[in-house]
């Protein structure tokens, strides 16, 4: 079982800066950020591999930058050029791959961010 503790969420004014981290309590593979607005549906902020690849949905895209420290088990979501449509409770995300490549899924318990306008 691996535990996730997401930290760095808060009240920003638009077009201000936030960084989130969050620590995995073992090894993991890929890893990523979602988030959750009210009344709408979780989706995808951005995910990385072990390797460094990464994924960005197109709102995050230019904003956003995700990076990983794998010595420390931790994911960073560097947040820039905050809008208030970037308000939401943000999730910490981590797989492990097992054998046949089945994967097991994890969740943080999320953290608020809020942007004011």
């Known amino acids: 079982q691996v535990q996730l503790v997401e930290s760095g969420g808060g009240l920003v004014q638009a077009g201000g800066s936030l960084r989130l981290s969050c620590v995995a309590s073992?090894?993991?593979?890929?890893m990523g950020w979602y988030r959750q607005a009210p009344e709408k549906q979780r989706e995808l902020v951005a995910t990385?591999?072990?390797?460094?690849?990464?994924n960005y949905a197109d709102s995050a895209k230019g904003r956003f930058t995700i990076s990983r420290d794998n010595t420390k088990n931790t994911v960073f979501l560097q947040m820039s050029s905050l809008k208030p449509d970037d308000t939401a409770v943000y999730y910490c995300?981590?797989?492990?791959?097992?054998?046949?490549?089945?994967?097991?899924?994890?969740w943080g318990q999320g953290t608020q961010v809020t942007v004011s306008s």
């Open positions: 073992g090894r993991v593979d890929d």
């Open positions: 995300n981590a797989e492990r791959i097992g054998a046949l490549s089945l994967r097991r899924v994890y």
């Open positions: 990385i591999t072990r390797g460094g690849s990464t």
